[in-house]
């Protein structure tokens, strides 16, 4: 890898690291020092290996140089010598250096700690996502402005809300007690899935496809898959469900970065280990009683990775809708389901269906009876296709529409 190109690499991958364990070496309450500690480092990195050459094991030089300057804000910062020292002193001897543990599994034991403290109640959905991405995913302000089409402002506010939130509630970065993780493990699978779903579709971005988002939040969620307290069956269909949406990226655009509708993919383009490996989740998440949003959502996902457009299929994929609407309902599974019935009872009844919704402001909703109409009338269709327009947000949905509209 080239030296231009590397650090940007180690940013990506370690950043995250050094912040985390840092995050819980000093406690919530200084996670800003944590942040510009790692920030430092890279700076340092920056500054000097343009003349003194990559060193023979960049990583370690990384880790060596946040722990001394971890060191250092310790034995120097003031802070740290009115407070934060008397804290350490209760865990560390005086006469001796306290211990700053960069391993891969001390790395891997905080994400999964500071996963679950940033999930607390008391913090926005918003603003967990935008903490997950910027400690453990290692994203720039900027870029959480872009992912959500808002400014460094508000993202600023929203970090600081959320890291306000740590502080006053004590919220400390430490194993969830047995007994707790059912009742937090439901917010950070929320927050994982939020996650994922900005990066495979977004209202608030023109962007077909944001991959760094779906893979940090798959990165994220297989964290919880290979820790036994978290291993549990929603987990698995959590994970399951993005393998098997993610089978899919490569034939999701084209060369010109426009969105490729599902009936248009070409399937040599799917990644059938990642298909493989999501049955395999969806498998091991059947064990167990509880039946999730995940599960569901699962299943509907894999009969999408089988391409022959059947009767069976569709009316398996009906009634795993019917079952996710009475368990979570949303206008969104509600028209995917009114989709799946076309398909099983034919567009005349769907119609019937789907204006039952009535939901007028959703350019889905005209979208779906545009499709429905297509083979009825022509002129209704494309009556429902110039709303559908009217009301999306992004270009890409305005695009993939007028091509609907276009085939008519």
């Known amino acids: 890898m080239q030296q231009q190109e590397l650090i940007p690499h180690l940013f990506r991958t370690e950043f995250r690291k050094i912040t985390t364990v840092l995050c819980k070496f000093f406690g919530t309450e200084h996670i800003e020092i944590a942040e510009d500690i790692a920030s430092d480092t890279f700076l340092l990195a920056a500054e000097t290996w343009p003349y003194k050459g990559i060193p023979v094991n960049p990583t370690a030089w990384l880790y060596i140089v946040a722990k001394n300057k971890a060191l250092n804000v310790i034995r120097h910062h003031k802070i740290f010598s009115e407070k934060i020292t008397h804290d350490l002193k209760l865990s560390f001897d005086q006469n001796s250096e306290p211990e700053i543990d960069l391993t891969e599994e001390n790395i891997t034991d905080s994400e999964l700690q500071m996963l679950f403290t940033i999930c607390h109640p008391s913090i926005s959905t918003e603003s967990q996502i935008a903490l997950a991405l910027r400690i453990l995913c290692g994203f720039g302000i900027d870029e959480i402005a872009n992912a959500f089409l808002t400014n460094k402002e508000t993202i600023n506010k929203r970090l600081a809300r959320a890291k306000e939130k740590l502080r006053t509630e004590k919220i400390k970065i430490e194993p969830v007690a047995e007994q707790d993780i059912d009742q937090r493990l439901e ?3 929320t927050t994982l899935y939020l996650l994922y779903n900005e990066g495979y579709y977004s209202e608030s971005n023109d962007a077909v496809l944001r991959e760094d988002l779906c893979l940090e939040a798959m990165r994220l969620t297989f964290l919880l898959v290979g820790n036994e307290s978290t291993n549990q069956p929603a987990v698995n269909a959590l994970f399951a469900l993005m393998c098997f949406h993610s089978s899919r990226f490569a034939a999701r655009k084209n060369q010109s970065g426009e969105i490729v509708l599902y009936d ?5 383009l799917w990644d059938h280990d990642l298909i493989a490996r999501g049955a395999y989740h969806l498998k091991q998440a059947s064990q167990g009683s509880k039946l999730s949003k995940y599960h569901l959502e699962a299943s509907i996902a894999y009969w999408h990775t089988i391409k022959t457009d059947s009767t069976k299929k569709w009316e398996n994929i009906l009634q795993l809708y019917n079952q996710l609407l009475q368990i979570e309902y949303s ?13 099983v009872h034919g567009n005349n009844k769907a119609i019937i269906e789907a204006e039952k919704l009535n939901l007028i402001n959703n350019h889905f909703y005209f979208t779906l009876l545009g499709e429905l109409y297509s083979n009825i009338d022509k002129y209704k269709a494309t009556d429902q296709f110039q709303k559908a327009i009217a009301l999306a947000k992004t270009q890409a949905d305005k695009q993939s529409i007028q091509k609907k509209m276009d085939k008519l």
């Open 187 to 189: 917010t950070v699978l």
């Open 264 to 268: 248009d993919q070409d399937e040599t």
């Open 331 to 343: 206008p969104i599974a509600a028209l995917n389901r009114t989709f799946a019935f076309s398909k």
